[in-house]
């Protein structure tokens, strides 16, 4: 079994609608983290949790809002729907009690949502 | 602004070159990483590093704080690594990836 698993891997939504995004992981890390991947412009933060009881902003959070319900588990809502949130959302996992300084990412396989 | 820059864009080589990807930073690091991505798009990490030379297969990875500037190079290429390769500073910078295709 994949060790950060992401729900749902493709969503068709229409503009207005609040949708959610999930993200699971089995690797017991405290750092959790939600991208989104533009073509052209590469990785955004748009949010990061470094334990349950911290939640940071990224570059690009207008819009969007997180919740971290347990170690395991980081959500991404977004409140109302706009066609430029279509992109490609990755969530990430990392621990550096585990990987030192280097602090290693780990990705799961990303969601597809697409805003009409 | 953009504080990870990647050269080239796009890249195609004939299997067996050498290839060289680069990536110029502007921000304080505690560590560089580089990601493959392949076409069914997931992301896996291939290197972090804070100085000198990492090396994984065919795969080298160097970085000179000094020059703010890294490369990944793929000695001996072959079609399976095809794929977008990115760099990152910390987890919160991105470069936007050079596209590797290797022709047979």
């Known amino acids: 079994d994949a060790d950060v698993t992401q729900t749902p891997r493709n969503r068709i939504t229409k503009t207005g609608k609040r949708i959610m995004l999930e993200c699971s992981q089995t690797k017991g890390h405290d750092r959790m983290y939600w991208y989104r991947q533009d073509p052209g412009l590469g990785l955004r933060l748009i949010y990061y949790?470094?334990?349950?009881?911290?939640?940071n902003k990224g570059e690009i959070s207008d819009g969007y809002s997180v919740s971290r319900q347990a170690q395991a588990k980081f959500s991404l809502s977004l409140e109302s729907a706009i066609p430029n949130q279509t992109a490609l959302y990755f969530c990430?996992?990392?621990?550096?009690?585990?990987?030192?300084?280097?602090?290693?990412?780990?990705f799961g396989p990303g969601t597809r949502l697409t805003v009409l | 602004k953009n504080e990870v820059e990647q050269s080239p864009q796009n890249l195609t080589a004939q299997e067996g070159e050498f290839i060289t990807i680069n990536c110029s930073y502007s921000v304080g690091i505690s560590a560089l990483h580089w990601l493959q991505q392949h076409p069914g798009g997931g992301i896996v990490s291939l290197f972090m590093?804070?100085?000198g030379k990492k090396k994984h297969g065919r795969l080298i990875a160097t970085i000179n704080i000094q020059e703010k500037h890294s490369s990944l190079h793929i000695t001996a290429s072959h079609p399976r690594d095809s794929a977008v390769y990115i760099c990152a500073v910390n987890q919160f910078y991105f470069g936007t990836g050079t596209s590797l295709t290797v022709i047979p």
């Open positions: 590093l804070s100085s």
């Open positions: 949790s470094f334990d349950v009881k911290d939640i």
């Open positions: 990430a996992t990392s621990d550096p009690r585990t990987s030192g300084t280097y602090n290693e990412q780990f």
